[in-house]
């Protein structure tokens, strides 16, 4: 499968920890982007990475959240402290243009 | 208030019968992406529009870009119990970063067999 993959799937955590997630992105493309998506709304940008650069965060994305591309290739999402409002998925997507296409998701439940 | 608003927010209908979704701005997109996502996982991408007055056939699903690139529409067919699921529109409006997807709220289509 050369789509889009995200680990772990799910995640429980009680407030206060760390999590980390990881994104893969289609082996060909240079652009990455992380989004969150609360229960009955659409998913909402957090922050995007050109090849290792990260051209654009969202105010959404507080000091608590860091997101890291080292290689150009995977990502990272890191949530420090976590708190019951960031109980959500976390969407990883990548594309070469305009077209993004989207991983699986990370669940998180913040307890 | 939402750039992106589609409607209706929910949708219930039987199998067999037809229904259109919409989604409207007040801002010019240079694309619009449908995507569709069930409960769980990530939004696939159905189709891309990116010249106004565009329309787009996919199997039974129809796919209109308004002439003006402000408003899109989809419409299926003869629905069926695999239609079921959250249908999302996207883009990113002339003048912000390309990149940055905004997303509608979404219709959640429910299909009854």
């Known amino acids: 499968d050369t789509g889009v993959s995200q680990d772990p799937r799910h995640k429980i955590t009680k407030r206060g920890q760390n999590v980390t997630f990881r994104c893969d992105p289609i082996?060909?493309?240079?652009?990455l982007y992380w989004y969150r998506q609360t229960l009955g709304q659409g998913p909402e940008f957090l922050t995007y990475?050109?090849?290792?650069?990260?051209?654009?965060k969202s105010r959404l994305l507080s000091d608590r959240f860091s997101a890291e591309r080292p290689k150009g290739s995977f990502s990272t999402l890191e949530i420090q402290r976590t708190e019951q409002g960031d109980s959500a998925m976390y969407l990883c997507a990548s594309s070469t243009k305009n077209e993004q296409f989207f991983g699986p998701g990370t669940r998180l439940t913040v307890l | 208030t939402q750039l992106l608003e589609q409607s209706p927010q929910f949708l219930s209908i039987q199998e067999g019968e037809n229904l259109t979704v919409y989604c409207n701005s007040s801002s010019v997109f240079s694309s619009l992406q449908w995507y569709r996502q069930e409960p769980g996982e990530g939004p696939v991408l159905l189709v891309t529009v990116v010249t106004g007055g565009e329309v787009k056939k996919l199997k039974r699903l129809t796919f209109q870009f308004g002439d003006a690139r402000k408003d899109s529409s989809l419409h299926i067919t003869a629905a069926q119990p695999g239609d079921t699921g959250l249908y999302l529109c996207?883009?990113?409006?002339?003048?912000?970063?390309?990149?940055?997807?905004?997303f509608g709220q979404g219709t959640i289509l429910t299909v009854h067999p």
């Open positions: 990475f050109q090849n290792e650069a990260q051209l654009e």
């Open positions: 082996s060909e493309h240079n652009r």
């Open positions: 996207a883009g990113a409006p002339f003048g912000t970063s390309y990149g940055k997807l905004t």
